[in-house]
């Protein structure tokens, strides 16, 4: 009988003894076993272009306020380099160039005025990735800087008579954006084995991204030179409060 629960414990301790062997050959084989993780980029450049709805809140000039103003529509095109924060956040530095577009006012009467604007912008944007490492991530965004707007000369014209000229003039003004759209990332990445002993592969995501996005701008004021011929100085008209409705595509490029 003693013999016989000798023989029992003595088989449960080899079973034991066989179960953690085989464990410790499991756990030991899964250190050598490929470790996926994600491999982020760290820095991006990207170029965008876009439409814009020009508005401005105000057109004055010295000689009579005009009651009504309309800007055209234009376009946009520029370029920038960034930075991946993690959890989310990036933050570039962007350059663009802006198209001229048409400024024409009319006050009282028959009174009219017409010059052309053209702007371009410096901003520093920071953004939220609601998906980032995913495929298609949507994303909010908030930018600061300055614009730089050069008013051409024209003209000042009541009852259908050159009424005055005024020169060009250039000026910087305090800048701002809003921002919402989404990313999708165009080519799909891969793995390469980055470890000395390659027991860590690392998934990279794709460095291609196309950007689709709406932005509202604040570009501050801007304003043309003095009227010609005056005794005294006299400026000429002066847009304030200038914003725009935009859609954007662009193309942001990952570097690993």
């Given at each position: 009988m003693v013999a016989s629960h000798r023989s029992i414990i003595a088989g449960a301790v080899l079973l034991v003894a066989n179960a953690v062997g085989a464990n410790a050959d499991y756990y030991g084989g899964m250190?050598?076993?490929?470790?996926?993780?994600?491999?982020?980029?760290?820095?991006?450049?990207?170029?965008?272009?876009?439409y814009s709805w020009m508005d401005a809140g105000e057109l004055s000039g010295a000689i009579t306020p005009f009651g009504s103003r309309s800007l055209?529509?234009?376009?946009?095109?520029?370029?920038?380099?960034?930075?991946?924060?993690?959890?989310?956040?990036?933050g570039d530095v962007t350059y663009e160039w802006r198209a001229s577009a048409d400024v024409r006012g009319t006050g009282p009467g028959t009174v009219s005025t017409q010059f052309d604007l053209q702007s371009s912008l410096l901003l520093a944007?920071?953004?939220?990735?609601?998906?980032?490492?995913?495929?298609?991530?949507?994303?909010?965004?908030?930018?600061?800087?300055?614009?730089?707007?050069?008013?051409?000369?024209?003209?000042?014209?009541?009852?259908?008579?050159?009424?005055?000229?005024?020169?060009?003039?250039?000026?910087?003004?305090?800048?701002g954006a809003l921002m919402a759209g989404?990313?999708?990332?165009?080519?799909?990445?891969?793995?390469?084995?980055?470890?000395?002993?390659d027991t860590a592969v690392y998934t990279e995501p794709g460095r291609l991204h196309l950007d689709v996005g709406y932005r509202f701008l604040y570009l501050g004021d801007a304003?043309?030179?003095?009227?010609?011929?005056?005794?005294?100085?006299?400026?000429?008209?002066?847009?304030?409060?200038?914003?725009?409705?935009?859609?954007?595509?662009?193309?942001?490029?990952?570097?690993?």
């Open positions: 250190k050598d076993m490929p470790v996926a993780t994600v491999q982020p980029a760290s820095w991006y450049v990207r170029g965008d272009t876009g055209d529509h234009n376009w946009a095109i520029g370029g920038g380099i960034g930075y991946y924060f993690g959890r989310g956040i990036r944007n920071l953004y939220y990735d609601f998906r980032p490492y995913e495929r298609f991530t949507p994303y909010v965004g908030i930018g600061l800087g300055a614009a730089h707007h050069r008013a051409g000369g024209g003209t000042i014209q009541a009852c259908g008579g050159l009424c005055a000229n005024f020169g060009d003039d250039s000026n910087w003004s305090a800048a989404f990313s999708f990332r165009i080519d799909r990445g891969g793995h390469a084995p980055v470890s000395i002993k304003h043309t030179g003095n009227l010609i011929g005056t005794t005294f100085a006299t400026p000429g008209p002066r847009l304030d409060d200038i914003t725009a409705h935009e859609i954007r595509v662009g193309l942001r490029w990952d570097i690993r």
